[in-house]
C-alpha cells in the first residue's frame, strides 16, 4: 500500500471511531432520552420546588406566545359542556383530561409531533403515549388561564419513566397532580383533600400509601389492576423525581427553527431547541432521589459530551490531513 493510501486509511479510522462512538451513545432511544436529560438537568434545592404561580422563579420558562389558533375555542367548549366552574382549578382540570380520554379505545404508540396533530391523533384515533398528554394538557391548561406544571419519574438513570401535570387551584390554595395519561389524582384519604406531587411524593417515600386514595378521572381508564400497584410504580418513579422549568409550549411549537430541525429528527431538533433556550430545563427534586441514578445520568451526559467533543475534532484533523494529503496528490500528478 503506498503512503498516500496508509494516510488515507488511517484518516478514515480517526474519522469514523469517534463518530461510531458517539452513535453508539445515542441507540437504543433510552441513552438518548438520558442525554437530552443529562444537558438539561440539574439537582434543585427543596425550596426551589415550593412556590405560588405569582412567585414562580424567573429562571421558568413561563410561555409568551399566544396559544394555537381554536385552542381558546375549544377550552371553552369543554368548559360549556362540562361541569367546570369559570374559575380554573381542579374541576376544570378534571374536564380538561376527560377530553382527552374521548376516543373510546386506546392503541398507544408516541406521537411526537406539533401540539395541533397530537390533539388531534390523541382525542381521534386513541394515540399517545403520556409526553404526549402532559404536552396537550399543558397547552389546554395555558389557554384556559390555569396554572400548570409537569413533572416526570424515571425507573433508570432519568431515562424511560412517566409524565404527568400539576395544576395550581386558587380555591384550594395550592398545587394539585392530575394524571391525564393514567386518568387518576390522589386525596388525603381522610379529608379526602386532592394531593400535590410533593404531597403524594413524601408519604409514599415515606411508606404512608395508606393515607392516600386513588381517585379515577375516567372510570375503567386507569391501567394498573390495584391501587398498591399504582402506589407502587409511583413509589418506585419517585426516587427520580424531576420538574420540567417551564411551561412554554406554544413558544416551542410555534419556533420556526425547531419545525425546520423537526424535518431532520427529533434529535436535531432538541438541540437546536436546547440552543434557542426554548427547551426547558429538568429541575431534580432532592430529597428521597437515588444518588446511583442522578450519578449514571451525568455520566452518560459527560460521554455524550467527551465523544461529541472528539469527533469534531477528528473531523478538523483528520479531515484537513486527508484534503492535504489528496490535493498534493493531485499537484504530484499533473
Not at 474519522?15 to 439537582?43: C, F
Not at 406566545?65 to 376544570?92: C, E, F, K, Q
Not at 419545525?259 to 434529535?267: D, T
Request: charge should be neutral.
Amino acid at each position: 500500500m503506498t503512503s498516500r493510501g496508509l494516510t488515507t486509511l488511517a484518516c478514515a479510522i480517526g474519522l469514523l471511531t469517534p463518530v461510531l462512538w458517539l452513535g453508539s451513545l445515542l441507540t437504543p432511544g433510552e441513552e438518548a432520552v438520558k442525554i437530552r436529560n443529562g444537558l438539561v438537568a440539574e439537582v434543585g434545592q427543596p425550596e426551589e420546588f415550593v412556590w405560588t404561580p405569582d412567585q414562580a422563579p424567573k429562571s421558568f420558562k413561563h410561555n409568551e406566545a399566544n396559544p394555537n389558533p381554536g385552542y381558546r375555542d375549544l377550552v371553552r367548549s369543554i368548559m360549556a359542556n362540562g361541569h367546570a366552574t369559570s374559575a380554573p382549578g381542579l374541576p376544570l382540570a378534571l374536564e380538561l383530561s376527560r377530553h382527552l380520554m374521548a376516543s373510546p379505545k386506546r392503541v398507544g404508540g408516541p406521537i411526537q409531533s406539533s401540539l395541533d396533530e397530537t390533539y388531534q391523533r390523541i382525542t381521534q384515533k386513541g394515540q399517545g403515549y403520556c409526553a404526549d398528554f402532559t404536552r396537550v394538557f399543558s397547552g389546554l391548561a395555558v389557554a384556559a388561564g390555569l396554572p400548570v406544571r409537569t413533572w416526570s419519574i424515571s425507573f433508570e438513570a432519568f431515562g424511560a419513566g412517566h409524565s404527568f401535570n400539576e395544576i395550581y387551584d386558587q380555591s384550594l390554595a395550592k398545587w394539585v397532580l392530575v394524571d391525564s395519561f393514567h386518568s387518576i389524582y390522589f386525596t388525603d384519604g381522610a379529608a379526602g383533600v386532592p394531593l400535590s406531587v410533593l404531597e403524594l411524593h413524601e408519604r409514599l417515600i415515606l411508606g404512608k400509601s395508606g393515607d392516600v386514595s386513588i381517585q379515577p378521572i375516567v372510570a375503567g381508564a386507569m391501567p394498573f389492576a390495584s391501587d398498591d400497584l399504582a402506589f407502587d410504580y409511583y413509589r418506585r418513579g419517585f426516587r427520580q423525581l424531576a420538574l420540567v422549568w417551564g411551561d412554554n409550549v406554544f413558544d416551542y411549537d410555534q419556533s420556526t427553527a425547531i419545525k425546520a430541525a423537526g424535518h431532520a429528527s427529533r434529535h436535531v431538533e432538541r438541540a437546536v431547541a436546547i440552543g434557542l433556550d426554548l427547551y426547558p430545563d429538568l429541575k431534580i427534586y432532592p430529597t428521597g432521589r437515588s444518588t446511583r441514578d442522578v450519578e449514571a445520568l451525568f455520566r452518560v451526559r459527560d460521554r455524550f459530551v467527551i465523544a461529541t467533543i472528539l469527533s469534531v475534532l477528528s473531523v478538523l484533523v483528520f479531515g484537513l490531513l486527508l484534503l492535504r494529503t489528496w490535493s498534493g496528490s493531485r499537484r504530484t500528478t499533473s
